[in-house]
T-cell receptor
Framework: NAGVTQTPKFQVLKTGQSMTLQCAQD?????MYWYRQDPGMGLRLIYY???????DKGEVPNGYNVSRLNKREFSLRLESAAPSQTSVYFC??????????FGDGTRLSIL | GQQVMQIPQYQHVQEGEDFTTYCNSS?????IQWYKQRPGGHPVFLIQ?????EVKKQKRLTFQFGEAKKNSSLHITATQTTDVGTYFC???????????FGKGTLLTVNP
C-alpha cells in the first residue's frame, strides 16, 4: 500500500519554465490537497479538491493551476516558474472526517 | 480568514526535560489536529481533538483542547532524542475540507 505518491522528488527549473507536479493516492480518498512549505511559514494551502470534479483555491493560489484528473490523481502546474516558487511541495489526501495523509514532498528550486 | 498562531517557533531542551507548544486560533474550531514532521520528512498525523476541554494522552505526549475550542497545547514529558522534529497544530473551522496550519514549533533535544 503506497499511500500518497509524489513525483518528482527533486526538480530544478529556470525562471519562466513550466512544470507539472504529480500526485496519486491509492486509498480511495475523496479529498486531495496541495501545500507549499517554506522555512518559518508552516504549511500553506495552494489548492484543494474536495471530491472528484471539483477544485478550489486555498491561501496562496497565484501562479498555480491544478487538475483533478480522476479520484486518484491531483496535479499541480506552474505555468511560468518564478524564484518565489522555490519551496517544498506536499500533496495530501483524506477520507471524510479523517486526518490528512501526506506524500514525501517535491523539493523544487527555481533559478 | 482563519488564523492559527503557534508558539514558540523554536525550543531547544536537554534530554529528559519537558516541552510544551501552544496553539491559538482567531476563530472557534470544530476540531484541531496535531502533526509531527521529522527533519527531511513529511507531516505525520498524531491526534485529533474534537470536544471542548478534551485531554488525550499518547505515552509521554499530552494533548489538550481549550474550553472555548480556540486553543490547544501539546506537552511532552521527559523528552527523548526521538522527539526531535517540528510539531504542527492544524485547525478546522467553517470549512469541512480545509485545515489551517500553525507555523510549527521546531524541537531539538540535546542528548
Amino acid at each position: 500500500n503506497a499511500g500518497v505518491t509524489q513525483t518528482p522528488k527533486f526538480q530544478v527549473l529556470k525562471t519562466g519554465q513550466s512544470m507539472t507536479l504529480q500526485c496519486a493516492q491509492d486509498m480511495n480518498h475523496n479529498s486531495m490537497y496541495w501545500y507549499r512549505q517554506d522555512p518559518g511559514m508552516g504549511l500553506r494551502l495552494i489548492y484543494y479538491s474536495a471530491s472528484e470534479g471539483t477544485t478550489d483555491k486555498g491561501e496562496v493560489p497565484n501562479g498555480y493551476n491544478v487538475s483533478r484528473l480522476n479520484k486518484r490523481e491531483f496535479s499541480l502546474r506552474l505555468e511560468s516558474a518564478a524564484p518565489s516558487q522555490t519551496s517544498v511541495y506536499f500533496c495530501a489526501s483524506r477520507r471524510e472526517a479523517q486526518p490528512q495523509h501526506f506524500g514525501d514532498g517535491t523539493r523544487l528550486s527555481i533559478l | 480568514g482563519q488564523q492559527v498562531m503557534q508558539i514558540p517557533q523554536y525550543q531547544h531542551v536537554q534530554e529528559g526535560e519537558d516541552f510544551t507548544t501552544y496553539c491559538n486560533s482567531s476563530t472557534t474550531l470544530s476540531n484541531i489536529q496535531w502533526y509531527k514532521q521529522r527533519p527531511g520528512g513529511h507531516p505525520v498525523f498524531l491526534i485529533q481533538l474534537v470536544k471542548s476541554g478534551e485531554v488525550k494522552k499518547q505515552k509521554r505526549l499530552t494533548f489538550q483542547f481549550g474550553e472555548a475550542k480556540k486553543n490547544s497545547s501539546l506537552h511532552i514529558t521527559a523528552t527523548q532524542t526521538t522527539d526531535v522534529g517540528t510539531y504542527f497544530c492544524a485547525g478546522r473551522g467553517g470549512s469541512n475540507y480545509k485545515l489551517t496550519f500553525g507555523k510549527g514549533t521546531l524541537l531539538t533535544v540535546n542528548p
